[in-house]
Nanobody, 118 residues
Framework: VQLQASGGGLVQAGGSLKLSCIAS????????MGWYRQAPGRQREVVAQ???????NYADSVVGRSTITRDKATKTVTLQMSALKPEDTAVYYC?????????????WGQGTLVTVSS
């Protein structure tokens, strides 16, 4: 399983962005898909997750200004964020829990940098 994330960049405060992550490979299905972020000097934290049933979970810091969606056919997870703040600056990682037979494993994307300027 390989994950390819895209969509990071420099955004002004108050702006919006969309992050996408595609899971590729064969012989697996995707269970939980999500986005995490890690700011300089801080631990990696969950931003949003979406399950197979499309139930979503968001960090308190992004509730109301973020939407996570998934496309099961293309194994893509997307995070739409708006009203961005400088404190949203971080490297964003997608994470996918993949199931192949009796094997369940987590995979991480390479990370994409989001910088929000004030």
């Amino acid at each position: 399983v390989q994950l390819q994330a895209s969509g990071g960049g420099l955004v002004q405060a108050g702006g919006s962005l969309k992050l996408s992550c595609i899971a590729s490979g064969s012989g697996f299905s995707t269970a939980i898909m999500g986005w995490y972020r890690q700011a300089p000097g801080r631990q990696r934290e969950v931003v949003a997750q979406i399950g197979v049933d499309e139930i979503t979970n968001y960090a308190d810091s992004v509730v109301g200004r973020s939407t996570i969606t998934r496309d099961k056919a293309t194994k893509t997870v997307t995070l739409q964020m708006s009203a961005l703040k400088p404190e949203d600056t971080a490297v964003y990682y997608c994470k996918v829990t993949a199931v192949s037979g009796n094997v369940v494993a987590d995979y991480w994307g390479q990370g994409t940098l989001v910088t929000v300027s004030s």
